[in-house]
């Protein structure tokens, strides 16, 4: 089994940068992409982007605008999401998972992810 803890979510004023972290254990060989997912109160979880374990390869949804950026230290088995230029909307529970599925890097199926970290809240204030 895979267990996966994210942190650095926090407080931050319009216009900052926060940069989370996902660290994985357990049997993460078979990992083949790490994915970041965000979920705003009453709203539906949004794919924001993922990485390939194997080669640094990264998709971001189109409406981050270039704003957050992926990245991996495998030696550390942890997985970045670099975010700037945050605003108010950016407010949300921050998540990352895993999938063995190629197809995951994706993002348009986020049950092609089955492991699940426990979420780190950013707040974005005005």
């Known amino acids: 089994q895979v267990r996966l803890v994210e942190s650095g979510g926090g407080l931050v004023q319009a216009g900052g940068a926060l940069r989370l972290s996902c660290e994985a254990s357990g049997d993460t060989f078979r990992t083949y992409v790490m994915g970041w997912f965000r979920q705003a109160p009453g709203k539906e979880r949004e794919f924001l982007g993922a990485?390939?374990?194997?080669?640094?390869?990264?998709n971001y949804a189109d409406s981050l605008k270039g704003r957050f950026t992926i990245s991996q230290d495998n030696g550390k088995n942890t997985v970045y999401l670099q975010m700037n230029g945050l605003q108010p909307e950016d407010t949300a529970i921050y998540y990352c998972a895993r999938s063995v599925l190629p197809a995951a890097w994706y993002g348009k199926f986020s049950s092609t992810y089955d492991t699940w970290g426990q979420g780190t809240q950013v707040t974005v204030s005005s």
């Open positions: 990485i390939f374990r194997h080669n640094d390869n990264t």
